[in-house]
């Protein structure tokens, strides 16, 4: 299979691949596109967020691992300057962030810490201590508070569940609940996993004790049939739409008291399997996102998955608060089962003009299926069709000797949208792409140590000065007025 594979893929280039080259020439730019490198030097650099200041819109943060890093723009992306003092001192690794602002203009970062993980995929078997983090920013992230505040910590000892892959979003309507801060994630146990919440009433500083969600628990290992990828939005009368993917369905659980008491959790969305492996990607996700119109209280749901053959990324809708979910729409507006691969999708629904975007990496111009590129997707019709558009042209690989983290990312307030995704610099002409990838238990999400030595370097492929690792950029595209 190999063979005809390589085969495949050589004709296609003596073909010059007229059609796939005219397919992608004929996504239009991005209006006002430009890219930002927040890691100007390659590193240990993933799993990026980003987020907009309601209160000051000229504020953006971005954070990404490993450990927890940001950066910060206060003139709307237009320059960038890293902030410090985000990670924490009291524990070896920290990542797995994301980030959001508060009604009062606070900055947020939420995060993982631990100093050792538990078995490969099955993390908590042997887990060491480990929680749920969150630090402040009084001036939009700039400046970081030094203390972070306990969402939920594991002391060291037999038998402590492993905590994972934390959300937080904040209540920034005009309801009851405003200023409320709410934290999700995966609680791996021995023999289960649940999705977990709490909440903050006073800025982040307390927590509630974490409560289960998703009614029953999925599976132990970090696969398909885990409780997995939670997300979340505030609709405009403070209602919490929580969203994650467990047994190839898309589950919701709703809270209409500040994040209290949750509904009988429910499958939406039936999906193909959400873990899947791709090509140059030992394994990669369509973990759902969950956006909602501020105006309208419209429901947005986005994934990836497979049902076409190749990955697509889809979005559903809700016009009734989640009861009843609108037929899937596929996003990306290739040539459908063209075996392009559209994936690490991430949605942003803009709380000013109620336009639903989407971004993701892109395929569909090269035939190989080792490069991609940028595309955001834009829809102005409640989601009833997306206009794809070109956020960067100049494909890149992601290596397969180092981690390319699970997730991208989006924010979007006034036509004005910000993208952040990982990259990996492309190599010399006369360097072959690694063939083999690093085993998992060596680059698990939140895992790898701060960019090495080359003789301190415990993986199999050995680094590459100048190409070693990734870099995070950032995205900016202007729509206003269109």
């Known amino acids: 299979m190999r063979n005809v594979a390589w085969s495949v893929v050589l004709l296609c280039g003596l073909l010059s691949c007229t059609g796939w080259a005219q397919e992608n020439a004929s996504l239009p730019r991005a209006p006002g596109a430009q890219t930002f490198s927040l890691t100007p030097e390659p590193g240990s650099f993933t799993e990026p967020a980003i987020a907009v200041n309601p209160k000051n819109p000229q504020q953006v943060v971005a954070v990404y691992q490993d450990n927890v890093h940001a950066s910060y723009s206060v003139d709307g992306g237009q320059h960038w300057s890293a902030a410090e003092g985000t990670a924490p001192p009291n524990y070896k690794i920290s990542g797995d962030v994301s980030t959001t602002y508060d009604n009062k203009g606070r900055a947020y970062v939420c995060y993982i810490a631990f100093d050792k993980l538990g078995s490969f995929n099955y993390w908590a078997r042997g887990a060491t201590r480990n929680g749920i983090f969150v630090r402040r920013s009084p001036d939009g992230g700039k400046t970081w508070e030094k203390d972070h505040f306990v969402v939920a910590e594991q002391p060291t000892q037999p038998g402590i569940p492993f905590e994972d892959k934390p959300v937080i979003v904040a209540d920034n309507t005009n309801s009851r609940y ?6 999700g994630w995966t609680r791996w146990r021995i023999a289960d996993s649940q999705m977990v919440f709490s909440r903050s009433t006073d800025g982040g500083k307390t927590w509630s004790q974490a409560v289960e969600i998703d009614g029953h628990p999925g599976l132990p290992r970090d696969d398909n049939g885990a409780a997995e990828g939670f997300d979340a939005a505030v609709g405009p009368d403070g209602a919490v739409y929580a969203v994650w993917s467990q047994d190839d369905d898309i589950w919701l659980a709703v809270s209409r008291d500040g994040g209290k008491t949750f509904a009988k959790a429910r499958a939406i969305i039936h ?4 873990m899947y492996a791709i090509s140059t990607l030992e394994r990669a996700n369509g973990f759902p996102q969950i956006g909602v119109d501020e105006k ?12 076409n053959g190749d990955l697509d990324v889809f979005v559903a809708t809700s016009d009734n608060h989640g009861k009843k979910w609108n037929a899937a729409v596929r996003v990306n507006n290739d040539i459908i089962h063209n075996g392009a691969e559209q994936f690490f999708q991430w949605l942003a629904v803009d709380p000013v003009d109620g336009s639903a975007n989407v971004v993701f990496y892109d395929r569909r111009g090269d035939p190989p299926e080792l490069k991609q590129t940028v ?18 042209t100049e494909g890149f690989m992601a290596r397969a000797d ?41 680059v698990k999400e939140g895992a790898a140590q701060p960019p090495a030595a080359p003789e301190k370097s415990d993986e199999k492929t050995p680094p590459r000065p100048g190409l070693r690792g990734t870099t995070v950029k950032v995205g900016v595209a202007d729509f206003g007025g269109k």
């Open 271 to 274: 999906t193909a399997p959400i």
């Open 375 to 392: 595309t955001l997707a834009r829809s102005t019709d409640g989601g009833k069709s997306f206009a794809n558009y070109a956020w960067t």
């Open 296 to 307: 309208s209280g419209k429901l947005y749901v986005s994934w990836t998955d497979y049902r």
């Open 402 to 442: 180092v981690f390319f983290g699970d997730y991208s990312g989006l924010a979007a307030y006034g036509g004005r949208v910000y993208g952040i995704w990982t990259e990996s610099p492309n190599p010399p002409a006369k360097e072959k792409p690694a063939e083999q990838p690093v085993k998992k238990e060596e």
């Open 178 to 183: 405003a200023g409320n801060l709410y934290v």
